[in-house]
């Protein structure tokens, strides 16, 4: 296999993530082109100063709900090691076309509001529901390295989002023997990391 490039998923990998979507039972959501264009990724980054942040929103189409996808930057939070602070404004919609959104904050927050309401099962259907919380983050934080490859190094003018679910087999650390049951209540922990990468093979 040709040498990954940072932060690539292998080809075999990818198309793994996207089947585990399709057969995944806590996922009912139409999934629509979101794409990000070079010129609202040069002027969110500002020179490299700032990362880019996509909030993930839902809109009601037909009976059921449809994904879409803001984006912002976000600075280095310097006050405290805390990760990432949002700036307020520009706010772009990831449509085919980006949209600014910046003068839109109340629709910006509703589909954000809903799609937070669906990953912690308050709606939508099926009886997996409340499981949605651990598998579906709110937004993502992408690297600068991805995007300066595909926009700087590849030459492309967009990048689409598409989305997959990873499954890995994690350990399950009990506090004393694992109950009979399997009903939930045993104390379980998993501060574990892989090796690789954190380790050698």
Known sequence: MDQLKKDQVAPIQANNWIENLTVEKTFNLIIPEIILQKSTCELL???NLFRIRVKLGLEPVDNTYQICAFALSSAPNGSCNCGFIDNVTPVYKLTPQNEDYSQKP???EEAVNLWKSWRLGEIGDGTDAPARQYIYP??????KFELNEIFLVEGKDIAQIGFGITKSFNPMIYSGLKGTANNGDDTVFDFS?????????
């Open 45 to 47: 980054a500002n020179n």
């Open 138 to 143: 709110i937004s993502y934080l992408l690297t």
């Open 106 to 108: 109340a629709e910006v």
């Open 193 to 201: 990391q892989p090796c690789p990468p954190y380790c050698n093979d």
